[in-house]
């Protein structure tokens, strides 16, 4: 153990007794007997999101939408949105609309992973996704210890969508964030993966090659808050089965209301099959706290999934070149005027201006596309 280590890890272990939290006591417990069960670490592929640095002296990178967007695209689209909707209704003067309204026309036209807005530095960030597993029962179930909604519903009710705790999570690993996870195991479990790197011949060279460059660039990692998804098992391995929720039970209800009906209406299932998906969600609600269901020939399990974040002297790290993308940079929302009233849609719109009204540069001092 280094020294660098070892003084994280007393610091950790005092924080834990100078807090004299039981349940953070419990929780420290329950995760050294995960470490245990699970010792084997699942990378999952990368997450994006945006994060924000505002102009105040003290200000610090923080998350401004969910680090869970499968491509750099799909968060350059949440910052594009989240821009225009500051445009639209927070936007106090014709200038200041005139400039977020520059931005996102930007952004409509060119992969920016960065620029600067009415003085706040705007970041696509990129993450790692990844959950732990045994070799013989596979990955990691929810703990007893990860929160439950105390209003456990099954069926789908509008505007009742639930949300990761991202926003506002602090990207920087100073210890007096309330939110940031802390524990003698979780500190390890930060320490243990700063030298993470993508391995393997099946993994492309250019992805390995910036894999090992991210750790000296962006040696510092924090944890994101945890997540819950669907996996699987359709013969002999798992498989991701949806996106990522914010507690166990609103991952089971995922499952339960794709047995309950909506799966079968997707792939046209025959009556056999619906029936027999129909009894499996009737199991699965009538066993509320089951991580796992199966039905015909395939498995469901709940997998509790972590993610982290590098970070370095300028902040955390941007998307890699070797992350793929899928789609191009395009229109999120309709066009704005500068009053802030939505116009008609046209055919053609003008191309973006210079940007001489605050959109600044990228991490390494130019312009990223």
Known sequence: MSDDWKRRMEQAAAELLRRDDPVALVREVDALDASTRCPYVWPRGPVFGVAALGPEPDARWRLVSEATDGTPQDARDALNSLLWFRAKDEADTVAERRELLAAVRLLECER?????VLGSRYRVVRGDEYARCSLT??????RPTDPEPADRFWGHQPGRAR????????LDTRPDDPTAPFGVMAEGNRQALRDFTYEGEHVPPAMRAES?????RY???????????????????WTPASLLQPTPHDARRVVHNGLSGLWADMYDLDTATRDAYARAAEQLEATPHSNEVTVLEDTYRICRVERMLR??????EPPRSSDPETTEPMRIRPPLDEHGNIQPETETEPEPDSMSAGVGDGPDGERSH
């Open 112 to 116: 920016i992973d960065e620029l600067t």
């Open 163 to 170: 949300t990761l705790p991202d926003i506002g999570h602090l």
């Open 219 to 237: 040696p510092e990692l924090v944890l994101l808050p945890v997540g819950f998804g669907v996996i699987k098992r359709a013969g002999a391995g």
């Open 137 to 142: 029962d596979g990955p990691e179930p929810p």
């Open 311 to 316: 970070t370095g002297p300028d902040g955390p």
């Open 212 to 216: 090992r460059e991210a750790v000296r």
